[in-house]
C-alpha cells in the first residue's frame, strides 16, 4: 500500500431515519472491519433522523460532506450496513456508485446477507432499483399507520391503555391560537411573521409548524382517501374550520415554493480560504436570498458569498471550460489510434497476400490439367487464408468506422454537457469543479483538467458577471 492510500480514510457510513432508532445493529455490524485499522484511519459519519426515502443529497449534510472527500480523494473505502443506508433513490445510488468508481473509491457492506457491491454497472443498477422500490413501499405503509397511529403526536398526550390521543393541557392554548392566527394571514409576509412568532412560542421549525397547519389530524379524520373520522382522537378544531384553514394554501404554497427554491440553490460546497472549513448555507425567505457565509472569531472576520453570485460565477466557469474542449484533438487522436491499431493488421495481411500466392503457384506447378484444381489439397489451406484475411478486413472497416465517428460522438457529448449546465448543475459541477474555495474578495476555482481541456488558464479574475 502506498503513502497516498495509506493517508486516505475508511469512512464507516451508518443512516437511520427516525431520531428514535439507534445505530446499535450498524455497528456492531462493521465492528470486526474498524478492528482492522488504526483509530486515525477511521472516520465514522453518523445521519441521525435522515430519509433517504424524503431528502435528496442536497438536504443530507453528512453525505454531501462524504461526497466532497470522495472529490478530494481523502476516501479509500466506505463502509455500510447496506444499499439502503446510502440511498433509497435510485438515480442518486448510480451517481454514487460512478462518483466511487471515478476516484477508486471501494464500497462494502457489512450485513452478512446483503449481495457484496460490485463492479457491474447492470448488477449495481438492479439492485438499486429494487432498494428504490422497497424503500417506496416501507415509506407508503409507514406514512398511512401514522396518519392514524403515530407514536408520538406534538400538542397530543397519548394513553396507551385506550390508545386514545388528548389533548396535551400545557400546549393546548398556544396550538389553538397558532391555528386562529394562521386562519388570519393574508400574505406570504404575514405568514413569515406567524411562523417566526410560534417559531419561539411552540419550540418547532417552520416546517414542522407549516406540516402541523396542513395536518387533518388536528382535526380528527384521516382524509388522504375520504374523510375518515378517528375517534381515537380529541380535535383542536372541526373539520369546517380546517378546510377553512387550507383555503390559506395558495399563501402556504408560494411560502413553500420561495423557500425550496432557496433550498435548491444549495448545490455547492464552498470551503473557507481562511480556516479551510465548508461554509455553511443560510436563507431568508422573505427577502428572497441565499447565501454561504463562515465566521471565525479567532482567525478571521465574516466572508459571506450570495448563491446569486456563485452560480453567476460557477455558470461562467464552465461555460469557458466547455468552450475550451479540443474536440479536434480528439479525433486527431482517434485518427492516429487507428493508424497504430492498423500496422499490425496490414503485416498480417501482407504475410497472408504472400502465402495465397504461394499456394496459389504450388497448385497451377503441380496439377498441369487444372481440370480439378479444386481437389488439390493446397485448396483447403487457401480457403482458410482467404477466410483469415476477411475477417481481418473487416475488424479494420468496423474500428476504422466507430474511431472516425468520434467526431460526431463528441459533437453529441459536447451538446450534452452543455445541457447539463441547464438541467443538472450539481451533476456537471461534480465532474468539471474539483474545489472551490472563498476569500473576502475573490474565489480561487480548482478545475479537474484532461488532456482535452485545452489551454485553461489556472486563475481568472470574475468581474461583473465575466472572466477576464
Known amino acids: 500500500m502506498n503513502n497516498q492510500q495509506q493517508n486516505k480514510y475508511k469512512v464507516f457510513f451508518r443512516r437511520v431515519s427516525t431520531v428514535g432508532q439507534d445505530l446499535s445493529m450498524q455497528e456492531s455490524a462493521d ?26 443529497i442536497e438536504r443530507r449534510p453528512e453525505m454531501k460532506k462524504l461526497i466532497a472527500m470522495i472529490q478530494n480523494s481523502q476516501v479509500e473505502t466506505v463502509y455500510a450496513f447496506d444499499r439502503s443506508r446510502l440511498f433509497r433513490d435510485f438515480y442518486e445510488s448510480n451517481y454514487f456508485v460512478w462518483l466511487c468508481k471515478k476516484y477508486n473509491v ?11 457491491a460490485t463492479d457491474s454497472t447492470l448488477i449495481e443498477g438492479v439492485m438499486n432499483i429494487v432498494g428504490d422500490i422497497e424503500g417506496k413501499n416501507i415509506a407508503r405503509r409507514s406514512a398511512e399507520a401514522r396518519k392514524r397511529y403515530p407514536a408520538k403526536k406534538f400538542g397530543y398526550i397519548k394513553k396507551k391503555e385506550t390508545k386514545k390521543y388528548v389533548k396535551d393541557s400545557i400546549k393546548k392554548s398556544a396550538i389553538v391560537e397558532f391555528f386562529n392566527d394562521v386562519s388570519k394571514i393574508k400574505t406570504v409576509n404575514e405568514l413569515e411573521a406567524v411562523l417566526q412568532r410560534y417559531k419561539k412560542i411552540l419550540k418547532k421549525t417552520p416546517d414542522k409548524l407549516l406540516k402541523l397547519a396542513t395536518d387533518p389530524f388536528y382535526a380528527g379524520y384521516d382524509l388522504s382517501n375520504g374523510e375518515n373520522k378517528l375517534s381515537h382522537v380529541e380535535p383542536y378544531l372541526s373539520l369546517a374550520q380546517f378546510k377553512n384553514l387550507q383555503t390559506k394554501n395558495v399563501i402556504v404554497s408560494k411560502y413553500v415554493e420561495k423557500k425550496a427554491q432557496l433550498i435548491a440553490e444549495d448545490i455547492f460546497q464552498p470551503y473557507c480560504g481562511k480556516c479551510k472549513k465548508l461554509m455553511k448555507f443560510q436563507f431568508n425567505v422573505l427577502e428572497n ?43 486527431k487522436d482517434s485518427r492516429a489510434y487507428l493508424q497504430y491499431i492498423r500496422k499490425p493488421i496490414d503485416e498480417e495481411l501482407t504475410s497472408i497476400s504472400k502465402k495465397k500466392n504461394r499456394i496459389l503457384q504450388k497448385i497451377i506447378i503441380e496439377n498441369d490439367e487444372l481440370t480439378n484444381w479444386r481437389e488439390h489439397p493446397s485448396y483447403i489451406e487457401l480457403s482458410k487464408l482467404e477466410d483469415n484475411q476477411q475477417l481481418f478486413l473487416n475488424e479494420i472497416n468496423t474500428k476504422e468506422e466507430l474511431l472516425l465517428e468520434n467526431k460526431y460522438l463528441t459533437k453529441l457529448t459536447k451538446e450534452y454537457l452543455n445541457n447539463c449546465k441547464k438541467t443538472n448543475l450539481f451533476f456537471l459541477m461534480s465532474m468539471l469543479i474539483k474545489r472551490l ?14 488532456d482535452y481541456l485545452a489551454d485553461f488558464q489556472s486563475q481568472y479574475i470574475f468581474d461583473e458577471g465575466e472572466l477576464v
Do not use: M
Not at 35 to 54: C, D, F, T
Not at 291 to 298: E, I, N
Not at 438 to 446: A, D, F, G, L, S
Open 437 to 450: 474555495d472563498v476569500y473576502p474578495q475573490e474565489i480561487n476555482i480548482e478545475i479537474s483538467k484532461f
Open 106 to 116: 471501494q464500497i462494502v457492506f457489512t450485513s452478512s446477507g446483503h449481495q457484496d
Open 31 to 56: 465492528a470486526l472491519y474498524r478492528q482492522r485499522y488504526i483509530p486515525s484511519e477511521i472516520l465514522i459519519i453518523n445521519e441521525y433522523g435522515v430519509s433517504a426515502n424524503k431528502l435528496s
Open 289 to 331: 436570498k441565499a447565501w454561504y457565509h463562515c465566521s471565525s472569531k479567532s482567525s478571521h472576520s465574516n466572508i459571506v458569498l450570495s448563491t446569486k453570485d456563485l452560480i453567476c460565477i460557477i455558470n461562467t466557469t464552465l461555460d469557458k471550460a466547455l468552450g475550451q474542449l479540443d474536440t479536434e484533438k480528439i479525433v
